[in-house]
């Protein structure tokens, strides 16, 4: 499956950035979402959707900012980030997962985010 990322750029603090996440059809895929890496740090899962019922899973760090969705017509995951924070800056990659929680077993390019104070 191909991941190719968007929509990552320079935002101040508070405000808002919408990821893209193209793919080459991940209807048969169970878990896809995103994964992060700061500068200087390891990669942290974000946020998670099933196929089979579209539960999501979010880090305890952007829980209740960001929103993860999916458009199987369009083959394409999104990420809405609202309420940006500094430490939100990092690369953000599009990832599958074996589950929800585990570790991401592929992922993309990924797009940059930069959140300025």
């Known amino acids: 499956v191909q991941l190719v990322e968007s929509g990552g750029g320079l935002v101040q603090a508070g405000g808002s950035l919408r990821l893209s996440c193209a793919t080459s059809g991940f209807s048969s895929e169970n878990y896809i979402g995103w994964i992060r890496q700061a500068p200087g740090k390891g990669r942290e899962g974000v946020s998670c959707i099933s196929s089979s019922d579209n539960r999501t899973y979010y880090s305890d760090s952007v829980k209740g900012r960001f929103t993860i969705s999916r458009d199987d017509a369009k083959n394409t995951l999104y990420l809405e980030m609202n309420s940006l924070k500094p430490e939100d800056t990092a690369v953000y990659y599009c990832?599958?997962?074996?589950?929800?929680?585990?570790?991401?077993?592929?992922w993309g390019r990924g797009t940059e985010v930069t959140v300025s104070s």
């Open positions: 990832a599958i997962f074996a589950w929800c929680g585990s570790p991401a077993v592929q």
